[in-house]
């Protein structure tokens, strides 16, 4: 089955700790992406990576840190510079722009995964 | 700086009543308008609209975009309960794709 995962589902941080939320695709798409979604918001983009080994700050990208070492994967760490790291993370992905074509932008997202501060 | 501004924040309606969301935007280099449904967990793809005036239709819902006045609107008949969710609007620009805060839509039977 084609897809993105993420993992964890939840994930639990101390105070001053580096967490890494995972997320893969099979879908051989060039774009990935990842946002932040906090209770009654929309999406806010933290990072995204239009190509391997290179990456964009989005909105919101302080606190966070990101890797685009393969085409499947886009790990998202959130630093302990984040000090209000609770939230939904999801991670998208889409054919890309690069070709131009409209349909391309289309994202799809995964399961998310729930960040809860101890 | 690019916005997608979405309205009303949420709606409560009956079963069986038809509903309006609205989606206006001002995105640089604008290149698409995207509508998505989220029940809990992840973004469900509806539509994507690229030329004004066409209307896209799925079953119940429908959507058409309007590039010169700058918005979209997503509409849904006949709602059911299972059309309870949060509609989410984007506008795809050069780089990324900008999404608005959300409509919440609660269908009571």
């Known amino acids: 089955d084609g897809g993105i995962t993420q993992s964890p589902k939840y994930l639990f941080r101390k105070e001053g700790q580096n967490v890494t939320l995972s997320c893969e695709q099979n879908?051989?798409?060039?774009?990935m992406y990842w946002y932040r979604q906090d209770p009654g918001q929309g999406l806010r983009l933290i990072y995204y990576?239009?190509?391997?080994?290179?990456?964009q700050k989005g909105d919101i990208a302080e606190g966070y840190s990101v890797s685009r070492e393969k085409k499947e994967s886009f790990p998202l760490t959130v630093t302990s510079a984040q000090k209000n790291p609770t939230a939904f993370y999801l991670c998208a992905s889409s054919r890309g722009l690069a070709g131009g074509w409209f349909v391309e932008e289309t994202q799809y997202f995964g399961p998310g995964t729930r960040l809860l501060v101890l | 700086e690019d916005k997608v501004v979405q309205s009303p924040l949420s709606l409560v309606v009956h079963e069986g009543d038809t509903v309006t969301l609205n989606c206006s935007y001002e995105v640089t280099n604008f290149r698409s308008l995207l509508w998505y449904k989220q029940e809990k967990k992840a973004p469900t793809f509806l539509f994507m609209l690229?030329?004004?005036?066409i209307e896209k239709k799925s079953g119940r819902l429908s959507s058409i975009l309007d590039k010169k006045e700058l918005f979209s609107i997503l509409n849904i008949t006949a709602t059911q309960t299972g059309d309870s969710a949060v509609y989410l609007c984007?506008?795809?620009?050069?780089?990324?794709?900008?999404f608005g805060q959300g409509t919440r839509l609660t269908i009571n039977p």
């Open positions: 690229t030329s004004s005036g």
């Open positions: 984007g506008s795809q620009g050069a780089q990324k794709l900008v």
């Open positions: 879908l051989n798409h060039d774009a």
């Open positions: 990576s239009q190509i391997v080994n290179d990456f």
